[in-house]
Antibody, heavy 122, light 111 residues
Framework: EVQLLESGGGLVQPGGSLRLSCAAS????????MSWVRQAPGKGLEWVSV????????YYADSVKGRFTISRDNSKNTLYLQMNSLRAEDTAVYYC???????????????WGQGTLVTVSS | QPVLTQSSSASASLGSSVKLTCTLS???????IAWHQQQPGKAPRYLMK???????NKGSGVPDRFSGSSSGADRYLTISNLQSEDEADYYC?????????FGGGTKLTVL
């Protein structure tokens, strides 16, 4: 059974940094692209970033480009999201998700973690 | 990049059927989409991948009551024999070579 467990969320001041982690189990981690998707309070889902299985390809939403960095450590079955220059509008639950069956790095998600809350406030 | 349009809300009675719609923007009518369900207070759950032909592949454990279909730029999610636990937000999603996009979501109320 695929399990994804996010950690690292919390309260951070505007302009600050935070690193999220997602520990994966029940899958051959390096075989799948992985995504981060966020959801602001009371709002819909927003795709944030995706990384290929090897880590060689990464893509970002325009709203986070240049501030967030996605990475992975396939030896530890762990996905990361480094978030810098955080803004109030980055406040959201951040979900880690496994990519489904696609020929491209960008893909739908077929397994989701439970999410971790990031609050950006002074 | 593609844009997905969903009605903000829908309602149907317990035991009945409901058909939710996700519309792809002009020039993107051949795109594959995915449907996700998000019950109140929970993480999203993948339901199915749906092609322009109407062919769909459901996720693990998704009940037979859930099905998909397509017509032109429209992608549908039909839920039959509605149960109380089907009350949730439903999101469609599509992707391009370097981006992924969600629709705004439809809030389904089971009466």
């Amino acid at each position: 059974e695929v399990q994804l467990l996010e950690s690292g969320g919390g309260l951070v001041q505007p302009g600050g940094s935070l690193r999220l982690s997602c520990a994966a189990s029940g899958l051959t981690f390096s075989s799948y692209a992985m995504s981060w998707v966020r959801q602001a309070p009371g709002k819909g889902l927003e795709w944030v970033s995706v990384i290929s299985g090897s880590g060689g390809s990464t893509y970002y939403a325009d709203s986070v480009k240049g501030r967030f960095t996605i990475s992975r450590d396939n030896s530890k079955n762990t996905l990361y999201l480094q978030m810098n220059s955080l803004r109030a509008e980055d406040t959201a639950v951040y979900y880690c998700a496994k990519a489904g069956d696609c020929s491209t790095t960008s893909c739908y998600e077929d397994y989701w973690g439970q999410g971790t809350l990031v609050t950006v406030s002074s | 990049q593609p844009v997905l349009t969903q009605s903000s809300s829908a309602s149907a009675s317990l035991g009945s059927s409901v058909k939710l719609t996700c519309t792809l923007s002009s020039g993107h009518s051949a795109y594959i989409i995915a449907w996700h369900q998000q019950q109140p207070g929970k993480a999203p759950r993948y339901l199915m991948k749906l092609e322009s032909s109407g062919s769909y592949n459901k996720g693990s454990g998704v009940p037979d009551r859930f099905s998909g279909s397509s017509s032109g730029a429209d992608r549908y999610l039909t839920i039959s024999n509605l149960q109380s636990e089907d009350e949730a937000d439903y999101y469609c999603e599509t992707w391009d070579s370097n981006t992924q996009v969600f629709g705004g979501g439809t809030k389904l109320t089971v009466l």
